[in-house]
C-alpha cells in the first residue's frame, strides 16, 4: 500500500538504494543525506562486499557527504534512511551534527531512535537532532521481509 502522499526524492532515493543493497546480496537498507534540498552523499549497506562492520548506509552516505564538504561535521544536514538507525549510526549521527533525521520504519531488534537505548534521549548525548520516522514504512519494510524470508 502506497502512503497517501508522494514520498520525498530523497526517500525514494535511499529506498532505491535498499534495493540495490538487496540485489548485491546487503540487508536492504539505503540511506541519503542532503544539504539544501540536494544530494551530497548516498550510502547503502555494504559490510559484506567491504568486509567492514561499519559499512551501515548511514555511514557510507555521511562519510561520502562529509568528503563532499570536506568537512567531518554536516551542519544543516538531513539524513534520510529505511530503516531506523543503530547505536553505531546514532552516535555518528550526533558527531556529525545532522541536523534532521528521516527514516522509513522502525528496529524493534537494533534501533536506538525511539527503540532500544534511545541515544538521543540520554544526558550524554551532546546533538539531538529532529527525528521523524514512519516515512515509507511499507517499502521499506516490504524489501526487509522479503529479504530475510528468502534467506530462512
Known amino acids: 500500500m502506497a502512503p497517501p502522499f508522494p514520498l520525498p526524492a530523497p526517500m525514494r532515493r535511499a529506498l532505491d538504494l535498499a534495493a540495490q543493497a538487496q ?11 542532503t544539504k539544501d534540498g540536494a544530494i551530497i552523499g548516498e550510502g547503502q549497506n555494504r559490510n559484506r562486499r567491504d568486509n567492514d562492520p561499519t559499512a551501515h548506509a548511514e555511514i557510507v552516505a555521511m ?29 555518528a549521527i550526533s558527531h556529525a551534527r545532522i541536523a534532521r533525521l528521516y527514516y ?4 524493534p531488534k537494533g534501533g536506538a531512535i525511539e527503540q532500544g ?8 548525548c551532546l546533538h539531538r537532532p529532529d527525528v521523524y520516522g514512519g516515512l515509507a514504512e511499507v517499502e521499506a519494510s516490504t524489501l526487509l521481509r522479503a529479504f530475510f524470508a528468502a534467506r530462512r
Open 117 to 124: 537505548p534511545r541515544l538521543f534521549g540520554q544526558p550524554q
Open 23 to 33: 540485489a548485491a546480496g546487503e540487508v536492504p537498507i539505503g540511506a541519503v543525506v
Open 63 to 91: 562519510r561520502a557527504a562529509a568528503t563532499h564538504l570536506n568537512d567531518f561535521r554536516l551542519t544543516g544536514c538531513d539524513l534520510w534512511v529505511t530503516l531506523e538507525p543503530c547505536p553505531m549510526c546514532a552516535g
Open 104 to 107: 522509513a520504519v522502525g528496529d
